[in-house]
């Protein structure tokens, strides 16, 4: 469902300009239809490295130990960035630390200072590493210092003058002398906790820190608010186009009229490019997301959330069709309900209703429990008693079997998205712009019922009745196609969007026949896995732990592949077959209010 909206126009005087933007954020409802796009956000300098700070320090959060943390005051942002300046600075000495150490291990006796009167007679001295293998080709002319692992470490002293270059790259002397590095560890380590301390602190101030950010998001709206007003020539007044919520008619009207400018408020016509702010129950708006991913509808079409939360839990039980898949996924959902999904529990209760929904499909469709056939005729006792619940088998002599039912679903949402794109037309453009959508409909009900005619046992008079059916919806297509063309020109153009139904009808059926290839497939590859896992089983007790880690790992694979599959072609299935029959066109911008944000806390105790 989407929100009913209201086109606003409001004239100011300029020199009114900031006080009344200020007062129009804080009311909080407006939509500003030029106002800078989320895009340009992006580029705002201050935002772009607020979204570096914050990857940033995600990214920290694995290396974060058990240290107290600090209280911080003022401003977290600006102290972030220099904390992740004093945090680069530490990683740095630490990797010259380790090098030196690593250096100084093999070169113990090396003293540089000694080595200068030699340098100061005409001598060089060169530190060199290789390997065992190459070391016979640079033995005659070197000093052998030291070994570790593979490679010898050797020095060579030559005159200045001479440019004989060994084919091996000099070794250069490390960030620290060895005398420092005792007194460099010290340091480095006090500096750790002092890092550590305060990363736990910044982890624990999060929320903070997204206030902060919200402020400077609020900030740069503001300053683009700003900037939509537009002039009147020749006037004083400077005017702004917005959208308001129809339902939040009654408080704007409230809050303007104590302020010092004029409004209109108008019902969108077409030409309008009005925001769309989805509404719906609680159930459906789990399902926003599915919708998010291809496009928002726009304001002079409907909402299709509502059907995708009926249609993609089926859609997916069907692909993955497994009760012991399903039971794991929502296992795992109960699990992070309380624990790593808590702050996400609106994806928690979609997977959770996918998982319930695939655990019930894998008992009633064909029946699959962790890739055993739930069959009437298994030796064990326990799985004849839940081939009971089977009603949906893969047998052929049943006309509701697991291929059929899959093209049952098909044709059944495409006639939904039909009758949906009929609703639509008469909703919006009257009785007449439907017309040739009830013709579709007539055509695709007599096509389909007229191929299933000896399945369906239908009489003679139902077939003469369908066979009308089916002329009468060509010449409702025929008539009514595009009523923007003359008569004539749009019956002779009807031989294309007929063309289009026909054919367009076989391959939108056909293309449901993924979920039941896509539910065999997984079902196939758990067979196979249980298949291989048994066979791996005998009388030592090892062969058992073996086959336990491949049952393990073939189902893990099993389950990511199918799930991974589940999840796509059902979006395939929605956005091309369903979605093209519905005549669903998208391209809606969200409703997105003018508002002040949340202010941050300008301190924060890190024991709290």
Not at 148 to 177: H, Q, T, V
Not at 429 to 450: R, T
Request: aromatic residues 12%.
């Amino acid at each position: 469902m989407k929100a009913r909206m209201l086109k606003v126009d409001l004239l100011i005087r300029e020199a009114e300009r900031k006080e009344l933007t200020e007062a129009l954020q804080k009311l909080g409802l407006l939509h500003i239809e030029k106002l800078g796009s989320e895009s340009s956000l992006q580029n705002h300098a201050d935002w772009k490295e607020w979204l570096e700070l914050k990857n940033w320090l995600g990214a920290r959060e694995a290396e974060a130990h058990e240290f107290e943390a600090q209280t911080l005051t003022g401003p977290l942002i600006p102290q972030l960035k220099q904390f992740k300046k004093d945090w680069s600075l530490w990683k740095h000495r630490q990797e010259d630390y380790s090098k030196s150490l690593a250096f100084w291990g093999i070169w113990q006796d090396y003293n540089p200072n000694l080595w200068q009167e030699l340098e100061s007679v005409g001598l060089k001295i060169q530190l060199y590493q290789c390997s065992k293998r190459e070391w016979p080709q640079y033995q005659a002319q070197a000093f052998l210092i030291g070994q570790k692992d593979e490679s010898l470490y050797f020095c060579r002293i030559s005159a200045k003058e001479n440019k004989e270059d060994l084919n091996l790259e000099a070794l250069s002397l490390p960030p620290f002398r060895a005398h420092e590095l005792q007194a460099i560890a010290v340091e480095l380590n006090q500096e750790e906790h002092r890092l550590q301390s305060l990363l736990v602190s910044f982890l624990k101030a999060k929320e903070e820190l997204e206030a902060e950010a919200a402020a400077i998001k609020e900030n740069w709206e503001f300053q683009a608010g700003m900037e939509t007003w537009q002039n009147l020539k020749a006037t004083p007044l400077t005017h702004l186009q917005a959208w308001i919520p129809e339902k939040s008619e009654a408080e704007f009207r409230q809050t303007c009229s104590s302020l010092p400018l004029a409004f209109r408020l108008q019902v969108p016509d077409r030409k309008d490019n009005v925001p769309v702010q989805l509404e719906n129950n609680a159930f459906n708006r789990l399902f926003e997301p599915i919708t998010q991913i291809f496009q928002l509808p726009h304001y002079y079409e409907f909402d299709l959330t509502p059907m995708i939360a009926v249609f993609y839990p089926i859609l997916f039980a069907y692909c993955l069709g497994d009760a012991g898949y399903g039971a794991i996924m929502t296992l795992a959902v109960l699990i992070g309900w309380f624990t790593f999904l808590k702050k996400q529990r609106a994806l928690a209760a979609l997977v959770g209703i996918l998982g319930i929904s695939t655990t019930i499909m894998g008992f009633i469709k064909s029946g699959s429990l962790f890739g055993v056939a739930l069959s009437a005729n298994a030796d064990q006792a326990w799985i004849r008693s839940l081939s009971d619940w089977v009603i949906i088998p893969d047998d052929s002599s049943f006309f509701f079997n697991a291929f059929n039912v899959a093209l049952l679903i098909g044709v059944l949402q495409i006639l939904i998205g039909i009758g949906i794109a009929i609703a639509k037309a008469w909703y919006y453009d009257g009785f007449k712009a439907s017309l040739s959508l009830w013709g579709k409909l007539l055509i695709v009900i007599s096509s389909v019922a007229l191929f299933m005619a000896d399945t369906l046992q239908l009489s003679a008079g139902s077939i003469q009745l369908l066979i009308f059916s089916l002329i009468f919806g060509i010449a409702l297509i025929m008539f009514f196609h595009d009523l923007s063309q003359a008569l004539l020109v749009r019956m002779g153009s009807s031989i294309l969007p007929l063309f289009f139904i026909f054919t367009g009808l076989l391959g939108d059926v056909l293309s449901y026949v993924r979920l039941f290839a896509l539910g065999v497939t997984s079902a196939v590859l758990g067979l196979v896995v249980n298949r291989i896992g048994t066979d791996m089983m005998s009388d030592n007790w090892w062969t058992w732990i073996g086959a336990g880690a491949f049952l393990l790992f073939g189902h893990g694979l099993n389950f990511v592949l199918a799930a991974l599959g589940s999840f796509i072609h059902p979006l395939r299935l929605t956005f091309v077959e369903f979605y093209n029959n519905a005549q669903f066109e998208g391209g809606g911008q969200s409703y997105h209010a003018f508002k002040k944000h949340k202010p941050f806390k300008n301190s924060h105790n890190g024991n709290s």
